[in-house]
């Protein structure tokens, strides 16, 4: 069974285990099933990039086709993806989580506790060990999740290692990474990379109408998925969170520099001196997209045109890290932001 008191469960929102629509990542499907049909598939397969684009989603898709198509020579040639309908019963098992050929590895909290431990530890590990220890319960293939392998400890990532080295046959895993130029090399040498890509403004826009919870104009969706930086997730934070409005604020006022409102900035700042991580976050981002425009706008005039951007971009993200890490007040430093900015908007004219 799959604990619901995980570390990457989004309020509000269906794990990805239960999601049978794939926002994106077309040409990554294809890649998964031409590997199924063919002679000799990947023992395990790193599927990588930013978070919340849709790699566990990918991870559990694959999974459920795997699941449910058993003999490869069988999976009839007309398939094109690797959808599997809902009543069919992998599927339906998946969803529930009791399918006993897939073990999902994650952050979860012990039973009777509610403290999501900081890693994947060793511990868990073993239940890997007994998983594929044991006889495949229907026969066929036994599948690993493992959602991130970016929350593997050192010990947990070896013993990792060491089933990769010695794979159990008809044993696949998954290991979903958010930044795996930081895993073992020794762990992503033995894997098959499977890079993701942030999801475009379009895709995410038209992925926010495919959750039954969310109904939004197409305007709107639109403006959010501009927002979300390329994630799903992302997007679907703002989207809960009513973060749009906040959103419209924090524009408006980088739309107005170098000159922008003192008494906007105080009641921007106000808002997040309510310690709204959600928010801060959006600001930041929102900031550091401000930047990369002039830093693009003035990549063909020199480094001297170049200079004032960049020495802001140095400043509000070492600061951002401070702020974050001593709890710092952060209205003054929106101020401070805003202050940086206006001053390079200055020296650039």
């Not at 709204?276 to 045109?305: C, N, P, S, T």
Request: glycine share 8%; hydrophobic share 45%.
């Amino acid at each position: 069974m799959i604990s619901e008191t995980a570390a990457d469960r989004l309020d509000g929102a269906p794990h990805p285990r239960e999601r049978q629509v794939l926002v994106g990542h077309g040409a990554a499907e294809r890649q998964l099933l031409d590997a199924y049909r063919g002679p000799r598939m990947h023992h395990a397969w790193l599927i990588g990039g930013p978070e919340g684009i849709g790699k566990a989603t990918l991870a559990y898709r694959f999974a459920r086709f795997v699941l449910a198509h058993p003999v490869a020579a069988a999976v009839p040639v007309a398939t094109a993806d690797l959808s599997v309908p809902d009543a069919q019963p992998a599927a339906r098992r998946i969803v529930a989580g009791s399918h006993p050929d897939l073990l999902a590895l994650r952050r979860i909290a012990e039973a009777g506790k509610e403290k999501i431990p900081q890693d994947i530890s060793v511990g868990a590990m073993r239940e890997i060990v007994r998983f594929f220890g044991s006889t495949a319960g229907e026969g066929g293939w036994r599948i690993c999740i493992v959602d991130a392998a970016d929350d593997l400890n050192r010990s947990s990532a070896n013993a990792l290692l060491k089933l990769l080295e010695e794979p159990p046959p008809r044993s696949l895993f998954l290991i979903v990474a958010h930044m795996p130029g930081r895993l073992l090399p020794t762990i992503r040498s033995r894997c098959r990379a499977l890079p993701l890509l942030p999801l475009t403004a379009d895709e995410i826009a038209a992925g926010l109408q495919t959750f039954d919870d969310i109904r939004l104009p197409a305007e709107e969706a639109g403006r959010i998925a501009a927002l979300a930086d390329g994630s799903l997730r992302r997007a679907l934070e703002i989207a809960a969170g009513g973060q749009e409005s906040f959103a419209g604020e924090v524009e408006r006022l980088l739309a107005s520099l170098p000159a922008p409102d003192p008494l906007a900035i105080h009641g921007l700042g106000d808002k997040l001196a309510r310690r709204d991580d959600g928010l801060f976050e959006l600001f930041l981002r929102m900031v550091f997209a401000h930047l990369h425009r002039q830093v693009l706008a003035e990549a063909g005039e020199g480094a001297r045109r170049l200079a004032p951007h960049a020495e802001v971009w140095e400043k509000v993200e070492a600061t951002a890290a401070q702020v974050r890490t001593f709890n710092l007040e952060r209205k003054p430093f929106v101020f401070q932001v805003f202050g940086w900015l206006a001053e390079a908007g200055r020296r650039r004219a």
